[in-house]
Nanobody, 123 residues
Framework: EVQLVESGGGLVQAGGSLRLSCAASGFSFDDYAITWFRQAPGKEREGVSSIFSNYDRYYADSVKGRFTISSDKAKNMVYLQMNGLKPEDTAVYYC?????????????????WGKGTLVTVSS
């Protein structure tokens, strides 16, 4: 059974940092890309960053230069290091897995979703 469990969310001041973790089980990182999405209250879900096989990475323009995605295949973990956080980064962050084997932030490609972790950035 495929499972994705996010952790690491919390409350941080603007300009601060957080590292989100996505623990994956039930599949191989060789076969799936992992993508971070977020959804702020009253807004549509937004793709944030994606990674496949530790060399194919993609970032949304809104987080480029501030967020870094990485993976640890041995631990089946994907991380999202978020620096320079802004109040507009406040959202529930989800990780998702895609069997299409390339980095993408398009939700239509996702096969499995986690339940999310809340990030709140205060001004």
């Amino acid at each position: 059974e495929v499972q994705l469990v996010e952790s690491g969310g919390g409350l941080v001041q603007a300009g601060g940092s957080l590292r989100l973790s996505c623990a994956a089980s039930g599949f191989s990182f060789d076969d799936y890309a992992i993508t971070w999405f977020r959804q702020a209250p009253g807004k549509e879900r937004e793709g944030v960053s994606s990674i496949f096989s530790n060399y194919d990475r993609y970032y949304a323009d809104s987080v480029k230069g501030r967020f870094t995605i990485s993976s640890d295949k041995a631990k089946n973990m994907v991380y999202l290091q978020m620096n320079g956080l802004k109040p507009e980064d406040t959202a529930v962050y989800y990780c998702a897995a895609s069997s299409f084997r390339f980095a993408t932030i398009a939700a239509a490609y996702m096969d499995h979703w986690g339940k999310g972790t809340l990030v709140t950035v205060s001004s």
